[in-house]
């Protein structure tokens, strides 16, 4: 099977909800996923859920776990760097049929690494290999990059009336 680049991108919400979709349609096929989680520690429960698909779906966190308003921490830097690593060896490793950098758009766009980084591991992907890339902000490079490029648009969201996150449905 030829393996694709997918990137889920823009302000509406749902990038994060297709891609652990399609790490799941993916298991259900027998295929073999790893998802990497930049910006993201702790327990959420998409985490949980996927537990229950550990044969297949393996899910790391590259994450301090807190928002970064301006100037990532070195110690941010260096938990993206060595995330990507990490994903890169687990690519050419060849253990996994598809492999989610989920939100390596926003972690390229407040520097917890070079976009030259993302667009190299886009280029030495293995043709069997299917990656998807999720977060807003994607660069107009990935996106050229990529064989399929959705935009999540956001018409209207609840937040805006003061709901904040809620356990099982966005968090």
Same mark, same amino acid.
């Given at each position: 099977?030829?393996?694709?680049?997918?990137?889920?991108?823009?302000?509406?919400?749902?990038?994060?909800? %297709? %891609?652990?979709?399609?790490?799941?349609?993916?298991?259900?096929?027998?295929?073999?996923?790893?998802?990497?989680?930049?910006?993201?520690?702790? $327990?959420?429960?998409?985490?949980?859920?996927?537990?229950?698909?550990? $044969?297949?779906?393996?899910?790391?966190?590259?994450?301090?776990?807190?928002?970064?308003?301006?100037?990532?921490?070195?110690?941010?830097?260096?938990? %993206?760097? $060595?995330?990507?690593?990490?994903?890169?060896?687990?690519?050419?490793?060849?253990?996994?049929?598809?492999?989610?950098?989920?939100?390596?758009?926003?972690?390229?766009?407040?520097?917890?690494?070079?976009?030259?980084?993302?667009? $190299?591991?886009?280029?030495?992907?293995?043709?069997?290999?299917?990656?998807?890339?999720?977060?807003?902000? %994607?660069?107009?490079?990935?996106?050229?990059?990529?064989? *399929?490029?959705?935009?999540? *648009?956001?018409?209207?969201?609840?937040?805006?009336?003061?709901?904040?996150?809620?356990?099982?449905?966005?968090?």
């Amino acid at each position: 099977m030829k393996g694709y680049i997918q990137v889920y991108t823009g302000n509406g919400k749902g990038k994060t909800t %297709a %891609a652990i979709g399609l790490s799941v349609r993916a298991a259900g096929a027998g295929l073999k996923v790893f998802i990497g989680q930049f910006i993201k520690m702790g $327990d959420y429960s998409e985490i949980k859920a996927l537990e229950r698909f550990s $044969d297949l779906i393996t899910v790391k966190q590259f994450g301090k776990g807190r928002f970064i308003k301006n100037k990532p921490s070195p110690e941010d830097i260096q938990s %993206a760097s $060595d995330g990507l690593k990490e994903i890169e060896k687990r690519i050419k490793d060849g253990e996994f049929d598809v492999v989610i950098l989920e939100e390596g758009n926003v972690a390229v766009s407040l520097g917890l690494f070079p976009e030259k980084d993302l667009l $190299d591991l886009m280029d030495t992907k293995p043709p069997q290999v299917e990656l998807v890339i999720t977060g807003r902000g %994607a660069l107009p490079s990935v996106i050229e990059k990529a064989d *399929l490029v959705t935009e999540m *648009l956001e018409i209207k969201h609840y937040y805006n009336k003061g709901v904040v996150a809620r356990v099982g449905i966005e968090k």
